[in-house]
Structures are given as structure tokens and as C-alpha cells.
């Protein structure tokens, strides 16, 4: 294992790669992650305008083949795979879809996760002209950044105690997500620029004031009546 950080009690950061480090990781109920796919044939093929564009970034993305990610998925109870399609997994009827609304793009109108969730399928719209550039929660800093809403709207069906790894966690929006949501998080990044980016967006996320969720003490009603009334 290369480097790990303990963020906080419940959030561990590991740099290096996710098959050697997620066997030896604990216990965890949830993998939730966006794992690199398609982008080594289209890069091979001359890659689409866009792709090309972040060719350097791409380089190590196709190391981990496509039968070793079907084995890493298959050790958790709860599975949610963002480009599950390109992956042969079983047969389940619980995909969840996010449209990105708009549609004068080459990249994909939707994009969708296979999941273990026993549900119909469900989707989610989110514009990625959200996802601009600057200092606020949306602002791009991976080159295939997946939104904040998105990731705390696809956590949301996971059971609530569930913690989750996310073994490609790029910029950390999954454990940014798990953050906000009070949920444990074991996150892996192989490419030290995107470890560093993940540290301290999560860093960040976890120095945010917290709404304060336990219910208050129950207001007492006064009695109308003094017991010396007569
Ligand atoms: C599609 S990106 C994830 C982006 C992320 N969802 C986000 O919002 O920033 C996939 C990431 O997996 C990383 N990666 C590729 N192979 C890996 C491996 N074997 N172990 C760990 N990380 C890996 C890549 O460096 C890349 O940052």
C-alpha cells in the first residue's frame, strides 16, 4: 500500500492501486464507484475530440481489465457501477440512468450504473453546464468529474448504514457525497494529481458546519392552572 489517509474516524484515503488495496481493506457493505471504461479503445482508435483532449490524464485508466473490475464488484452485498454497461454482469432490474438534459453534445445524452438494487429503474436530470469551472461545489477538476447531486441522489437508495469504497475515486466526489451524508467512506486513487485532489476536496467537505440533526427536547406544556389556585 502506498499512502493512506485517515481524513477522519469514519473516512480513509488509499493512493495506489485498487487491486492490491481493496482485499486488504475491512469489511465494507457498498462499492459505489465510476471505474475508467471505453476510453483505452477510443483512444486507441484516434479518440473523439474531447477525449483527446485529456489523453495524459487516460494513460493508466486501461490497466485494470475489464474481468478484474467483474471480480472486485462481485465481493460487495451492494453494488452501484456507473458505466455498468460496458461490464458483463448479471442480469438486474434496478439501472439507474442520469440525463444530462442537454443534448447538443458528442458524449452520451445519459449515462447509466448497473446496480444490486431491487427497484424499477430510476433517473436523474442534472445539466453538466453545472459542472463549470470555479470555487464552488460543482467546479471540474477531473476530466470526468462525476456532479455532487448525482452521487448523494444514487447513494441515497443504498441501505442507511451501509458504508461504501469507491476503488476509483478520481477527484473523491463519491466520498465528498458519503461525507455530507454522515455515511463511512474507503476511497482509492492510482494517479497521485487526482489522490491529492480527492484529499483535500474531502478535507474540505469535512470542515463544513453540519446541521445538527438530533431532535430537540421535547417543549414542555405549562400547566394553566397554579396547583394553589383554588
Ligand atoms: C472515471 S474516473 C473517476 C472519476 C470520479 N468519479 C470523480 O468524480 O472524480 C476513474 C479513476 O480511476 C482511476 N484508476 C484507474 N485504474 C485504477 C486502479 N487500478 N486503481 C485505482 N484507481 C484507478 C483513474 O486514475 C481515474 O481517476
Redesign the pocket.
Known amino acids: 500500500m502506498k499512502h493512506v489517509e485517515h481524513m477522519s474516524d469514519s473516512v480513509a484515503l488509499y493512493l495506489?492501486?485498487?487491486?492490491e488495496i481493496l482485499p486488504r481493506l475491512g469489511k465494507i457493505d457498498a462499492v459505489v464507484s465510476?471505474?475508467?471504461y471505453g476510453l483505452g479503445d477510443l483512444l486507441r482508435k484516434g479518440g473523439a475530440t474531447e477525449w483527446s483532449l485529456m489523453r495524459s490524464d487516460c494513460v493508466?485508466?486501461d490497466?485494470?481489465t475489464v474481468g478484474e473490475l467483474e471480480s472486485i464488484i462481485r465481493e460487495f452485498e451492494h453494488a452501484i457501477i456507473w458505466g455498468g454497461a460496458y461490464y458483463a454482469l448479471p442480469p438486474r432490474r434496478g439501472w439507474l440512468i442520469w440525463d444530462k438534459i442537454v443534448r447538443n453534445f458528442s458524449s452520451g445524452h445519459c449515462e447509466m450504473a448497473w446496480t444490486t438494487l431491487d427497484q424499477p429503474v430510476r433517473a436523474f436530470n442534472f445539466a453538466t453546464t453545472s459542472l463549470i469551472s470555479g470555487n464552488n461545489q460543482f467546479a471540474k477538476e477531473?476530466p470526468?468529474?462525476?456532479p455532487l447531486p448525482l452521487m448523494e441522489w444514487c447513494i441515497g437508495f443504498l441501505p442507511s448504514e451501509a458504508s461504501v469504497a469507491d476503488?476509483?475515486?478520481?477527484?473523491?466526489?463519491?466520498g465528498v457525497a458519503c461525507v455530507r451524508m454522515g455515511r463511512r467512506f474507503s476511497g482509492?486513487?492510482?494517479?497521485p494529481r487526482?489522490f491529492d485532489i480527492a484529499c483535500r476536496r474531502i478535507a474540505d467537505e469535512l470542515k463544513r458546519p453540519r446541521l445538527d440533526l438530533t431532535p430537540a427536547p421535547k417543549a414542555e406544556q405549562q400547566s394553566l392552572f397554579r396547583g394553589d389556585c383554588p
Open positions: 495506489g492501486d485498487c487491486r465510476d471505474p475508467p493508466l485508466w490497466e485494470t477531473h470526468t468529474q462525476k476503488p476509483f475515486m478520481g477527484s473523491g466526489t463519491t482509492i486513487e492510482i494517479e487526482y
